[in-house]
């Protein structure tokens, strides 16, 4: 049998939506932060595959997710290419050799095969999809060319054509490698696609249509662009199978618009997720379904990560608001009849 999140993401038939949750191994859960403490710092996590496997299985064991995500960074590829990485406690990444314009560029190293320079990453994959049950695949993903620029460049850099060309290289060999190493979905996350929309398009179409080449239509691949909800029509055309949408984008308009074109994922804020109380919470995600409808090709989510500060009983009432939703007989069902 199909996995219910894997059949939402190709607009197949669900009794309900599945969900999980951007960022949702993270500070927020307790055995995460047990995990880092052990570890010594967020980096020394993600490069210890046993580390990196077990906060990837932790929010399914506590929460029952449909989908787990790959515990990784968006800015490991810039290590094999050249760049020296570094995240700072409270402060963050830190590129100590950035990028300030073609010259640099130039000299990036662009590797044959992502999946050897980052083998501790597909270790990972391997290691998490041995610990998750059948029934729950392991997202894959990695940060769009546009978006891990702007990390990795100064002074406006971030859009140096031979950067972008040389990561959207490099992303889309670390894309198959997860692929092949057991990922069942992949994801692209352009979380600064809104500073330069067309050029973050431009190099995001290209990552997905070599990788949709390459590894065929049986993995799914879902796009999330930040603060781009105003070209629905670009991101229904991008070649993603599911598009992320965030908290600003009115999602029954989004599910009208985009129509069967492809799968929707989002949109909950997570402010509202951080701020609420269970009950807040429970009422939002009741909204959001219904505003999500019952046609197939909807993936309950957020607008963007869970926040470090978010209760864990917040999580834990959205996601089970959702596991145990039931589609009403009828759309009046959904909602009282207006008073007379």
């Known amino acids: 049998m199909t996995p219910r999140f894997l059949a939402a993401c190709r607009r197949e038939p669900v009794d309900r939506p599945p969900v999980w949750l951007m960022r949702q191994a993270g500070r927020y859960l307790p055995e995460y932060r047990e995990v880092r403490?052990?570890?010594?710092?967020?980096?020394?996590m993600v490069k210890?595959?046993?580390?990196?496997?077990?906060?990837?299985?932790?929010?399914?064991?506590?929460?029952?997710?449909?989908?787990?995500?790959?515990?990784?960074?968006?800015?490991?590829?810039?290590?094999?290419?050249?760049?020296?990485?570094q995240f700072e406690e409270g402060r963050g990444p830190r590129i100590l050799n950035p990028v300030r314009g073609r010259d640099?560029?130039?000299?990036?190293?662009?590797?044959?095969?992502?999946?050897?320079?980052?083998?501790?990453?597909?270790?990972?994959?391997?290691?998490?999809?041995?610990?998750?049950?059948a029934e729950v695949p392991l997202i894959g993903f990695a940060g769009a060319p546009f978006t891990v620029a702007t990390y990795a460049a100064e002074d406006g850099a971030e859009t140096e054509e031979l950067l972008?060309?040389?990561?959207?290289?490099?992303?889309?060999?670390?894309?198959?490698?997860?692929?092949?190493?057991?990922?069942?979905?992949?994801?692209?996350?352009?979380?600064?696609?809104?500073?330069?929309?067309?050029?973050?398009?431009?190099h995001a179409r290209t990552v997905l249509a070599t990788v949709r080449e390459l590894v065929g239509a049986e993995v799914p691949l879902i796009y999330f662009a930040k603060g781009a909800g105003a070209r629905l029509d670009d991101l229904a055309t991008i070649g993603a199978d599911v598009i992320g949408?965030?908290?600003?984008?009115?999602?029954?308009?989004?599910?009208?618009?985009?129509?069967?074109?492809?799968?929707?994922?989002?949109?909950?804020?997570?402010?509202?997720?951080?701020?609420?109380?269970?009950?807040?919470?429970?009422?939002?995600?009741?909204?959001?379904?219904?505003a999500a409808g019952p046609r197939p090709g909807y993936i309950a989510?957020?607008?963007?990560?869970?926040?470090?500060?978010?209760?864990?009983?917040?999580?834990?009432?959205?996601?089970?608001?959702?596991?145990?939703?039931?589609?009403?007989?009828?759309?009046r069902a959904l909602r009282p009849a207006p008073k007379t």
């Open 48 to 85: 210890t595959p046993e580390h990196a496997v077990e906060v990837t299985l932790q929010p399914v064991r506590r929460l029952g997710v449909d989908a787990a995500i790959l515990f990784a960074d968006i800015l490991l590829v810039l290590e094999p290419m050249g760049l020296d990485l």
């Open 245 to 290: 949408i965030d908290a600003t984008v009115d999602l029954r308009e989004a599910r009208a618009r985009i129509g069967d074109r492809v799968a929707i994922q989002g949109n909950l804020d997570n402010e509202v997720l951080r701020s609420a109380d269970p009950a807040g919470v429970r009422d939002a995600t009741m909204r959001l379904l219904e």
């Open 301 to 331: 989510n957020l607008g963007h990560g869970v926040l470090p500060e978010t209760p864990v009983l917040n999580v834990a009432a959205f996601v089970d608001t959702i596991r145990t939703w039931k589609w009403p007989a009828s759309p």
């Open 164 to 202: 972008l060309e040389k990561l959207a290289r490099v992303t889309t060999s670390y894309l198959l490698a997860q692929a092949q190493a057991g990922a069942q979905a992949l994801m692209l996350f352009d979380s600064w696609a809104s500073r330069a929309l067309d050029v973050a398009f431009r």
């Open 37 to 44: 403490a052990r570890a010594g710092g967020f980096l020394e």
């Open 104 to 133: 640099d560029a130039g000299r990036l190293r662009v590797p044959r095969d992502a999946g050897i320079d980052l083998a501790y990453v597909m270790e990972t994959v391997r290691g998490a999809r041995a610990g998750l049950p």
